[in-house]
T-cell receptor, first 115, second 114 residues
Framework: EPEVTQTPSHQVTQMGQEVILRCVPI?????FYWYRQILGQKVEFLVS????????KSEIFDDQFSVERPDGSNFTLKIRSTKLEDSAMYFC?????????????FGQGTRLTVV | AQSVTQLGSHVSVSEGALVLLRCNYS??????LFWYVQYPNQGLQLLLK??????LVKGINGFEAEFKKSETSFHLTKPSAHMSDAAEYFC????????????FGKGTRLSVIA
């Protein structure tokens, strides 16, 4: 069964360092998303990506964040200079169509710990 | 703006007992509503969704949810809990354009006691 895969499953980084979280969406999907969940809080939307550009982003997704689809399979989230408050579980998701017509499939998540 | 409130961060039921996980939403437009489940060390998996067809929606693993517009609720139920149902459950809302991202609740952790 097709699935969204995320690597690494857990990343520890020092404050101020750059991190790249990687995702491989399901191959025929067109819409890609990043969400995050700070421990004990809601799953929050970060950004959606379609047709090689950002289609929507939240207030959380500031200039420290960027997304890229460097090739036909990967979808990455980069945090340029990590802060302690960036520690969270980051989920990648993809969908074939708009959400009214299909469902979003989520990866297992990457737990980012900033120390 | 849309939002979701899940009442109870942790619910504990006995095996074989009724499962009821509460979700209330706020939306200025007709909503699409979803329940996702997250098993330990796994991603979010769609249980069921409401997209304006039948108000009673049946999902996987024996779960169902009923959309009640008058109560702005979309509670998740299962008649008889299994040990394997122990997981984190998330309610989420989108809108009918399908173009807005999912807005999630905080999640409810379900424990099933033997």
């Amino acid at each position: 069964e097709p699935e969204v895969t995320q690597t690494p499953s857990h990343q520890v980084t020092q404050m101020g360092q750059e991190v790249i979280l990687r995702c491989v969406p399901i191959s025929n999907h067109l819409y890609f998303y990043w969400y995050r969940q700070i421990l004990g809080q809601k799953v929050e939307f970060l950004v959606s990506f379609y047709n090689n550009e950002i289609s929507e982003k939240s207030e959380i997704f500031d200039d420290q964040f960027s997304v890229e689809r460097p090739d036909g399979s990967n979808f990455t989230l980069k945090i340029r200079s990590t802060k302690l408050e960036d520690s969270a579980m980051y989920f990648c998701a993809s969908s074939e169509l708009l959400l009214r017509d299909t469902e979003a499939f989520f990866g297992q998540g990457t737990r980012l710990t900033v120390v | 703006a849309q939002s979701v409130t899940q009442l109870g961060s942790h619910v504990s039921v006995s095996e074989g007992a009724l499962v009821l996980l509460r979700c209330n939403y706020s939306s200025s437009v007709p909503p699409y509503l979803f329940w996702y489940v997250q098993y330990p060390n796994q991603g979010l998996q769609l249980l069921l969704k409401y997209t304006s067809a039948a108000t009673l929606v049946k999902g996987i693993n024996g779960f169902e949810a009923e959309f009640k517009k008058s109560e702005t609720s979309f509670h998740l139920t299962k008649p008889s809990a299994h040990m394997s149902d122990a997981a984190e459950y998330f309610c989420a809302v989108s809108d009918h354009s399908g173009n807005t991202p999912l807005v999630f609740g905080k999640g409810t952790r379900l424990s099933v006691i033997a």
